[in-house]
C-alpha cells in the first residue's frame, strides 16, 4: 500500500476476511457513508460553494454599477481563486488523466462554442468591448472564459454524491436568501435606497430582490424551483421536506411578483416540459396525448385572441395587466418584434462570426424608432436582441449558433440518456434548463443565471452512467508520490508560490481596478451633482486610468463635464469643463464610440462654439450633428440638440425646421399603450421650450405665450413657465397679466416648499 494514503484509506477494514453477507447486508454502504464524512470539505469546493451562494447574493454600494459588474468583480475574483488552487492540486499531485479522459466529452462542446466566441472576438470591429465587456452587463469573451474554467474545474473535482448534495442545499440556502429579500422589497422594508418611485402602488411593484432586476430574478428562479421541487425528492425527512414544501411556495410568489411576462412564460413551458416528460417516460400514454392536446388547444386560442383583435378588459391592478399580456401578442410582442426585425437586417451583413460579443449597443441605435420610447422610453438604446437565438447570431455568427445548440443539444441528449437507464429526476435539472432557455427567447444571460446553467449542465453530466458515484476509497484520483513530505519539491513549492503572485496581481488589475473605476465614477457623479466640478474632474480622471481608459468612463467624464459647464458661470471654468469633455471622447477611437458619446461631442462642441465665436467650432459641430444623424436618424433628441446650434447662430428658421423634426419623431404620449408617458412629455417639453425661446428671440411674443401654454397643458407641474410667460407679458406692457403669472409662479414655488418665505 501507498504511504501516502487518506485517513479513511488507512482506516478501511481487511474486506477478504470479512464474510461475503456482511458486505452483501450493506457492510460497503456504510463503509462508503463514513469515507464521504470523513474525506470532508477540501479548500477548493469551500471556493466554488461560496460562488455559487455570494454570487446571487451579492451587489455593491460602493460603485457605481451595483449589480452586475458587482457580480462579476466577485465570480471572476472566486473563479480566479479557484484556478490557482486547482493547479496547485495539480502540481503537487499531478494531472488527473483519467478523470479527463472519462469526462473530455462533456467538455468537448462547450470548448467548441468558447472558441467560436474568442474568433469573433478576435475579429469584431468593437474587439475592446467584446473581450472586456461592457460595464453595464460584462459579458465579454474574458467572462465567458471565467464560466468555461470554473465549468471545467468542477467537473473534474466533483466526485461523489454527497459534494452534489452540498452543491443543491447551497443553491437552497441562497434561494431562500433571496427570497426573504425579495419579500422584504414587497413589503417595503428594503434597508437599502435604490432609486426606486416612492409613490409607486403595491400592485406596480416589482420585486427584483439581489439580482438587480425583475426579469434577471424571474430568469433565475426558473432554474432554482425545478431544484427545490427535486431536493423534495432527496430528502426523506418529514421536517426538512416540509421547509422544501414551503419554500417551493414562496420561490413560486416570488416569480408571480417580479411581473416577468417572459419568466411566466418560461414557468409555464417548465411545467409543461415535466408534465410531457414524465408521462412519456413512465409509459402514460394517455396523459402524454391529453397534455398535447389542451396544449395545442391553448397555442390556438391564442392566436385565436389576436386574430380577433380582443382587447382584453384592463384593471388598474399592473400585476394581472401584465398576467393578461400574456395572451396578447400584439401588446406583449410588437415591441420586441421591432427590435427582432432590426437584428436579422444587421445579421445578414455579418452571418457567420457576427460581431462580437457586446456589440449590439453600437449597431442598434441606426435602427432606433419613434414608438420605442413608448416601451423603453426616449433616448435609451438596447444593447441586447432580448431573443437569445438573434443575440447569439449577433455575438457570433452562425458558427457561434450552431456551437451553442450543438452544446445544448448534446446536455439533453445525455440528459434524456440518464433518463431511460431510470433517473427520472433528471427531468427536474432538464425541466429548469428548458424554462430559462424559453424565457431567454424574451431576455438575456445574466451572471447569476449562467452560473447556475454551467452547474445544472455540470450535475445533468455528472449522473451520467458512465459517471456513477461509486465512493470507492482506495480510488485515485490524483497522480500519487512515495510521500507526503517528499512529494513537494523546492521547484513545486516556487511554482505554487508564483502562482500566488500571478492570480494576486491577476485579481487586482483586473478585478480591482475594475471596482476603482466603478467607485471612482460614483464619487465623481456625487461631486458633479453637488457642484464640486474640480473633485468630480478628479474623480472621473481616477474611472479612467483604473477603468483601463475603457471608453464607457470618458463617455460619464465628458457627460458630467457637459452638465458642469451648462451649470457654471465663471467663463474661464465654463471654458475648462468644456474642453475636459471635448477631449475625453475625441480620445475615444471612432469605433469604439457608443451613441451616447455621439451625442455629448456635438453638445460639447455647441457650447464651445458659443463661448468663442469660433467658425472652427461651429464648422466641427456641425459636422458631428450630421454624424450624428446619419448613424441614428430617427433620434429626436438629435435634432432638438442640433437645433441648440442653429439658435446660436440665429439661423432660426433651421432652428424650427429640426424642432419640428424632432416633436414629429416623439410618439403620442397619451397613448393607451404608452407605458412611458411621463419620459416623451418630457421630451417633448424640452423640444418646445427651444422653439417658445426662438419665437421670443424674433418677437413673436404671442406665439411664444402659446407655446408656453402648451407646456402647461402637457405637464402643469412645470410651475417655472410661470415665471417666462411672466417675462413675456412684461415685455408686451402687460403689466397686470405679468404680476398675475408671477403670483402664479411665487404660489407654485411656496407650495412645493422651495424657499422658507
Not at 455528472?462 to 456513477?468: F, I, V
Request: charge should be positive; hydrophobic fraction near 45%.
Amino acid at each position: 500500500m501507498n504511504k501516502i494514503a487518506s485517513a479513511c484509506q488507512l482506516d478501511r477494514p481487511n474486506l477478504k476476511n470479512e464474510p461475503k453477507n456482511r458486505i452483501n447486508k450493506g457492510f460497503h454502504k456504510e463503509e462508503e457513508r463514513e469515507c464521504e464524512e470523513k474525506k470532508g470539505l477540501s479548500l477548493l469546493e469551500v471556493v466554488w460553494l461560496i460562488t455559487i451562494a455570494i454570487v446571487p447574493l451579492c451587489f455593491c454600494l460602493n460603485m457605481f454599477n451595483p449589480w452586475q459588474m458587482a457580480k462579476n468583480i466577485i465570480f471572476q475574483s472566486l473563479v480566479e481563486i479557484s484556478f490557482f488552487i486547482f493547479w496547485g492540486q495539480i502540481i503537487i499531485f499531478g494531472f488527473p488523466k483519467e478523470e479527463f479522459k472519462k469526462k473530455l466529452k462533456f467538455i468537448i462542446p462547450p470548448f467548441i462554442f468558447i472558441i467560436i466566441l474568442g474568433l469573433a472576438t478576435l475579429f469584431s470591429p468593437t474587439r475592446w468591448f467584446s473581450f472586456w465587456g461592457y460595464w453595464e452587463r460584462k459579458l465579454g469573451f474574458l467572462t465567458w472564459l471565467h464560466f468555461f474554467i470554473f465549468y471545467v474545474i468542477l467537473l473534474l473535482n466533483i466526485k461523489n454524491k454527497v459534494q452534489i448534495k452540498r452543491i443543491i442545499l447551497t443553491v437552497l440556502i441562497t434561494a431562500t436568501l433571496v427570497a426573504f429579500y425579495g419579500f422584504m422589497q414587497f413589503a417595503r422594508y428594503d434597508p437599502f435606497e435604490w432609486d426606486l418611485n416612492p409613490i409607486l402602488k403595491i400592485s406596480d411593484y416589482r420585486v427584483f430582490s439581489s439580482l438587480g432586476q425583475p426579469n434577471f430574478l424571474a430568469s433565475w428562479l426558473l432554474l432554482v424551483i425545478p431544484l427545490n421541487i427535486l431536493a423534495i425528492f432527496i430528502y426523506k425527512k418529514r421536517i426538512v421536506r416540509f421547509f422544501l414544501f414551503l419554500l417551493f411556495s414562496i420561490l413560486i410568489v416570488l416569480l408571480i411578483l417580479t411581473q416577468s411576462r417572459g419568466g411566466l412564460i418560461g414557468f409555464i413551458f417548465e411545467i409543461v416540459f415535466l408534465l410531457l416528460s414524465f408521462s412519456y417516460f413512465k409509459k402514460k400514454k394517455k396523459i402524454f396525448i391529453f397534455i398535447s392536446i389542451v396544449l395545442i388547444l391553448g397555442i390556438l386560442f391564442i392566436f385565436w385572441i389576436n386574430s380577433k383583435n380582443i382587447d382584453l378588459e384592463k384593471t388598474e391592478n399592473n400585476l394581472f395587466n401584465r398576467l393578461q399580456s400574456l395572451v396578447n401578442l400584439k401588446e406583449a410582442g410588437e415591441y420586441r418584434l421591432w427590435h427582432w426585425q432590426a437584428s436579422l437586417e444587421l445579421i445578414k451583413k455579418k452571418p457567420i462570426l457576427g460581431y462580437g460579443l457586446e456589440s449590439q449597443r453600437f449597431y442598434f441605435p441606426s435602427y432606433y424608432r419613434k414608438e420605442f420610447a413608448m416601451k423603453e422610453a426616449p433616448n435609451i438604446f438596447l444593447d441586447r436582441a432580448h431573443n437569445d437565438i438573434l443575440d447569439v447570431l449577433l455575438n457570433s455568427g452562425f458558427l457561434g449558433l450552431i456551437s451553442w445548440w450543438f452544446f445544448l443539444g448534446y446536455l439533453f441528449y445525455q440528459g434524456f440518456k440518464t433518463v431511460k437507464r431510470g433517473k427520472i429526476n433528471i427531468l427536474f435539472l432538464l425541466a429548469g434548463i428548458f424554462g430559462y432557455l424559453v424565457s431567454l427567447q424574451f431576455s438575456f444571460h445574466t451572471h447569476s443565471t449562467l452560473l447556475y446553467f454551467w452547474i445544472w449542465a455540470i450535475l445533468i453530466f455528472l449522473n451520467n452512467d458512465d459517471n456513477e458515484f461509486k465512493i470507492d476509497c482506495s480510488k485515485k484520483y490524483f497522480k500519487e508520490k512515495p510521500e507526503v513530505h517528499s512529494c513537494i519539491s523546492k521547484i513545486q513549492i516556487a511554482i505554487i508560490f508564483l502562482l500566488i503572485i500571478l492570480t494576486c496581481s491577476f485579481i487586482w488589475f483586473i478585478n480591482g481596478y475594475e471596482y476603482l473605476a466603478s467607485h471612482y465614477l460614483l464619487k465623481a457623479e456625487i461631486a458633479k451633482i453637488e457642484g464640486k466640478g474640480e473633485d468630480a474632474d478628479i474623480f472621473y480622471t481616477k474611472s479612467i486610468k483604473y477603468g483601463r481608459n475603457d471608453p464607457y468612463f470618458r463617455q460619464m467624464s465628458a457627460e458630467g463635464m457637459l452638465e458642469l459647464g451648462l451649470m457654471e458661470q465663471d467663463l474661464s471654468k465654463k471654458m475648462f469643463f468644456i474642453q475636459t469633455g471635448i477631449k475625453q471622447i475625441e480620445d475615444i477611437p471612432n469605433n469604439l464610440r457608443p451613441i451616447e458619446a455621439r451625442i455629448y461631442l456635438p453638445q460639447l462642441l455647441t457650447q464651445k462654439a458659443k463661448l468663442t465665436n469660433n467658425p472652427d467650432d461651429f464648422e466641427k459641430a456641425e459636422y458631428y450633428f450630421k454624424d450624428l444623424i446619419e448613424f441614428s436618424p430617427n433620434l429626436a433628441l438629435a435634432w432638438r440638440n442640433w437645433a441648440e446650434l442653429d439658435i446660436v447662430r440665429k439661423d432660426w428658421d433651421k432652428a424650427r425646421e429640426k424642432i419640428n423634426l424632432s416633436l414629429n419623431l416623439c410618439p403620442d404620449p397619451f397613448d393607451k399603450e404608452n407605458e412611458h408617458s411621463e419620459e416623451v412629455i418630457s421630451e417633448i417639453i424640452a423640444a418646445k421650450e427651444k422653439l417658445a425661446r426662438i419665437e421670443l428671440e424674433t418677437g413673436n411674443y404671442d406665439k411664444s405665450l402659446e407655446i408656453y401654454n402648451e407646456i402647461l397643458r402637457l405637464d402643469p407641474e412645470q410651475f417655472f413657465v410661470w415665471q417666462k410667460i411672466s417675462e413675456i407679458y412684461e415685455m408686451k406692457g402687460d403689466k397686470d397679466n405679468a404680476i398675475k403669472a408671477q403670483n402664479e409662479f411665487l404660489k407654485r414655488m411656496r407650495d412645493r416648499n422651495f424657499y422658507d418665505l
